[in-house]
């Protein structure tokens, strides 16, 4: 069973910054994607950016550009810098990881709130 946990989630004003993290009980490059994804009250969720074990990067358009996905092997972390928030980022952030086989798992969540 893989467990990801993710931490950094907060409150903070439009334009600020906060970084979420997602720490995996296992090597992160044992998947072959990892991604964070978000859902917002009333809507469905959403891929935010995703990282793949061979450096392909991707982001959702509405992020580009504010938004950094990276990872640390060494931690088993994976990362999402958030910068120039929005009071639409609003949401619940998840971690996903993938393996090949397309089984994967979920993290519990973190919130985001940007306050306008």
């Known amino acids: 069973q893989v467990q990801l946990v993710e931490s950094g989630g907060g409150l903070v004003q439009a334009g600020g910054s906060l970084r979420l993290s997602c720490a995996a009980s296992?090597?992160?490059?044992?998947?072959?994607?990892m991604g964070w994804y978000r859902q917002a009250p009333g809507k469905q969720r959403e891929l935010v950016a995703t990282?793949?074990?061979?450096?392909?990067?991707n982001y959702a358009d509405s992020v580009k550009g504010r938004f950094t996905i990276s990872r640390d092997s060494a931690k088993n972390t994976v990362y999402l810098q958030m910068d120039s928030l929005k009071p639409e980022d609003t949401a619940a952030y998840y971690c996903?990881?993938?393996?090949?086989?397309?089984?994967?798992?979920w993290g519990q969540g973190t919130q985001v709130t940007v306050s306008s």
């Open positions: 296992r090597n992160i490059f044992s998947f072959s994607i």
């Open positions: 996903n990881a993938q393996y090949l086989t397309r089984l994967d798992y």
């Open positions: 990282i793949t074990s061979g450096d392909r990067i």
